[in-house]
Every structure is written in C-alpha cells, then in structure tokens.
C-alpha cells in the first residue's frame, strides 16, 4: 500500500510518516504543489493525505488536478479544524474523508485504514482480526463461536481499537472518536473503562482470541492473545 | 432634558424676566404719558370755564358737580394769595359704575371784580386697578405667546437644524463594532456638526481598526499555535508507543499530552469564538431544538451514567429554530456540559422545552456571581478542566441569533435561553 502525503509543516509531516510506516505502509511525500504535483502525475497512490493550505497554493488544486486525470487516489483531506468551507469544498471535489489537525495519530491511522479498505474491498468493509470477524457495513462482529452483541459505542471501541491494533491508544483519543470530541477530558474518562469491561466480557463469550490491555492507565492497547 | 427644551427654559426665564421689566417701564410711562394729557386736558377746560365766567355778567357759585364737570367757590383773598394750580387724584362717586372712581382733579383760582374764586375741574381717570390688570392679562398673553412660538419655532426649525446631530446620535447608538456596521455621515451645511461628524469618523475608523487588529492578532495567534501543539501531542504519542519506555516516563508524558490538549482545545475554543463573533457561520437552517437537546443527551448517556446524574426532560411544547446547526449544538451542549460539570454524584438536571424557551436547572447551593458569568475566562468553579470560555461561546452564539441567555438562582442554578418569537 502506498501513501503519499502531502503536507508542508516538517514535523507534521513526520509523524504521519513516522506512524504510517510503523503500519507496514510504504509513505511518500511532498511538502510543496509542485512536486506534490509531479509526484500526483508521475505515479499511482493508495491514498493521499493532503493539507489544504500549501505554500505555493491551494491543496485543493491537486483534487481538481486528481479529477481531470481520472486518477481514483483516495484522499483525506487535512486541515485546521473548523474551517468548515475546506471540509464541504474538499467533500465536493471528490475526496473522501476529512480530518481536522490536531488529530490522534490512532485517529489518523483508523481514517486511513478505513478508507483502504473501502476502496480495496469495494463496499464489504471486513477487518479481520484473530478469528474475529468485524464487518463495519453491517455493523456485526463474530467469531466461529457466535456472534457478539454489541450495542453503538461497544462496536465503534472495538472497531478503533481493532484498526490500531498493537498499538497504543489514549483514553483522549478513544473517547473523542467513539463519543465526539466535546466530551473534553471530563472526569478523566472514567466513564469508558464499564465499556471496556462489558467489551472484554462479550469478546470471552465469543472466544475471540484478541485481548484489550490497559496501558498504565492512560489507554488501551488490542493485542492477539 | 433634550436639548430644545433646555433652550426653550432659558428663554422663558430669561422672557420672564425682561417682559415683567418692560411692563413695570410701560406701566409708568403709560401712566405718566395719560396723567400728562389729562391734565392738559383739564388746564384746558380750567381756561375754557374761566374765560367763561369772566365773560358773564354774574358768577353764579356751583358747589358741587352735579350738573357739570366744574365746581366754582368764592374764597378770600388771603387764600387766594400764592395759590398755585394743583393737580390731584380724588375719587368721586359715579352713578353708572355705582361705585367710587378716581377722577383727576384740578384746582385754580381767578379773580373777577375784585373777587376771588377758586375751581374746580374734573376729568374722568384711568382706573389703575383695572389699567394694571389689563396689562397683566396682555402681559400674560404676550408671555404665553412667545413662549409658545418659541417651542414651535425650536420644534420646527431648530429641530431641522439639529437633524444631523440627531441622526448621528441614532447612529452611534446602533453602531456596533463587532458588527462592523458603517455610520452614514450626513453633510451639513453647519460648520460644527460637519467638525463633529470629521471628528467622530476619525474615532470610529480608528476604533474599528484597533478592533480589527485585536481580532486578527488573536485568530492569528490561535491559528498559530495549533500546529505547534498538534505537532508535539503527536509526537508525544508515537514517544509513548515506543517499547522500552518504563510506567513513570509513560505516566509523564501522559500528563504532558493532557494538559497541551487541553492547550489546544481552549485554543479552539479561542479561534471558535472568533469565528462566531465573526459571523462566520453563515448556513442556517431550521433546527428542532426538542430533537437536538435529546441526541446530545444521549451523547453524554455514558458519562451521565456514569456520574449517576438523573436526566428529567420535560417537553412542554416543540421548539423549531432557524440557526446554524453547528452553532445549535454547541450552544446546547455547552450548557448541557455545564450542567453535568458542575453537578454532584447522582445529582439531577431538569430541561424543559417551550415553545420560545429553553431552560436547564442543576442544583447548587449558591449562587454564582452572574455579573461576569458570560464573559470570557470566567471559570466559576476551580475547574482544571474548563477553559472558562463555554459559557462565553454560549453566549457569543446567542448573541448571533437574538437569543436572550440568562442565568438565575433559585437554589438551583438555571440557565435559560429566551428565543425571539419572530425568526
């Protein structure tokens, strides 16, 4: 799978880099339009990532560019939040997924994995994991025991921390993608550990063999077991 | 007091004054302008009289008035020596006015065959009562007269003359800065209000560029540091992925992450707040606030549950509301957070929903002082978590709308929105 992104602060740059090769992706980048451009033309990508405010101009030249050459890249578009003219812009010139700065690298990773796997599967969106089975269509998980019975939140947990498997997870980060960023760090996210709980004990009675890991207390790690 | 009736009270002073003058100055000048030709007219009849008697035979003496205006009595001559002509007022009694009047009176003496006689000639007088109280009443006319042609004349033309000052007083009224709502000068042809309008066009451009400066220096400095920030929490969190980190160096980066999110998220608030104020938020649509305050509710379901916080909607009426739906929710759930925030283990929050009123009720016991409760930085409570500016963004966005956003106590704390009917 190959990425590019596009993005012209360095040490952003970096950590999406930093993250993404850690998932096995092969990354490229630009930090300009032009060579984000030549790079565009040149060869074919997975996905890119692309910020909207370029030096050299408007990240939004490179979905035109995109569009006039028929290229079928997926394209998550980052951009400093609430700037919602980017978001509804970017939507309507063909990308695919936006994602506000700042962003949980965990976050990153499940917008860019969600996005692969819709593009490379075509509609059926299964992440496989263990001998667990999620299917993020149906909004089913299950395991040749049977399936769980999840309710909202349970399944979007499970599906975050299934997409950033191996890796760690901050109660900050789970909680913004599974219950919206205005939750704030109320109470120290006290509240997501009885969903964990009620997670693991449904993942028992299916016999998946994967396991959520609490991590010093400041998140969750899914691992196999 | 408005300005014309300022004027207009010290031109009645000022004519109270000069016309109670001029009416004592007219009173005697008339008076004495009327006692001069009476008394001309009397030395006249005196001579007429005079010359009259001389001319006849005998003097017939006439004691009293009753048929005629003279009186004639012989005197001796001892009286007669160094009698002067005199002039006095006396009254008389009139049969048509049935009463005493003042008459003018004059006395002379002459001789005629050796013998001296004095007379006597009346003449009719002003009477100075009824002279005083027609001029009081002409006084009192003139008076009222001004008076009242001064207000119509302050009313007509002064009021056209101080037009322009008036419209620019409107003006400054309804001029809003964070609106950037222009002020239309008037020309005048008065040199003043055209110094006062130059004057007040150089304070508003240059308040307006202040603001501007302000508002961009901090959108500037929010947008700024959201980078920075996003950066560093990111590479703190690939650090913290790293496999020999130990549980205290992990513990610590944790908190360091928490409090730049925390950072980055009153920074948010910052840059939302701008944008709001901004009127960046342009799309409107009609929200149905009853459904709205319901999905957010469930949003919070986990943590309400948590907190063991009891959640009593009551639904008296549905509230449809056209605004922006972003702004919609934020607005609610801010206040709805707020609530939940400051609120104890297994308290309660009370919503009820009208059809122009929306109010939520959480229990406290005492009052928070209100007077700044909606400005910016104004954490009630020593809550590390809060940015102080939720309550401040609530109200920024009510601002928008016309939505009136109060708070009261009433052993319970209530924070209410009052929509306008007409939206």
Redo the contacts between chains.
Sequence with gaps: MKILIIEDEKDMLQNMQDTLVKQGYIVESASDLDSAISKVGVYDYDCILLDINLPDGSGMDILDFLKKNDKTEGVIIVSARNSLDDRIRGLNTGADDYIAKPFHMAELNARVKALLRRKNFEGSDLLKIGNLCIDSEKHTSATQHGEMELNRKEFDILTYLATNQDRLVSKSALAEHVWGDHIDQADNFEFIYSQIKNLRKKLKEVKADIEIKAVYGIGYKLTLS | MKLLNYTSRYFAWLLFFVLTGWAVIFYFQMLDEIYDSMDDGLENQKMLVIDNLRDLDSVRLKSDFRDGYYTLNSISEYSAKGFKDTYRDTLMYMKNEKDYEPVRLLESVFKKDEKYYKVKVITSMVEEDDLIEDLLFSIIWLYVGLILSIIILNNLILKKVWNPFYNLIDDLGNFKIERDSEIQLQESRIEEFNMLNENIENLINKSVRSYRSQKQFIENAS?EL??P???S???L??L??EDDLQ?QQ??RI?SV??NL??L??FN?SL??LS?IENK??PEVEIVDINHLTHRILE??D??L???KIKIELNEIEQLQFSINP?LAQ?LL?NLI?NA??HNSDSGSIEISISNNKWEITNPGEIAIKAKDLFSRFQSVQDNS?SSGLGLAISKAIADVYNIHISYNFDNRHVFSLNFPLHN
């Design positions: 947008h959201q980078t920030l996003a950066i929490i990111n590479k969190e690939l913290l992925e549980e992990a513990t944790v992450i928490e999110e925390r980055s998220r948010q840059s939302l944008k960046q938020f949003s919070f986990d943590f549950r948590h907190k972003d934020i759930t957070k939940i925030i978590q």
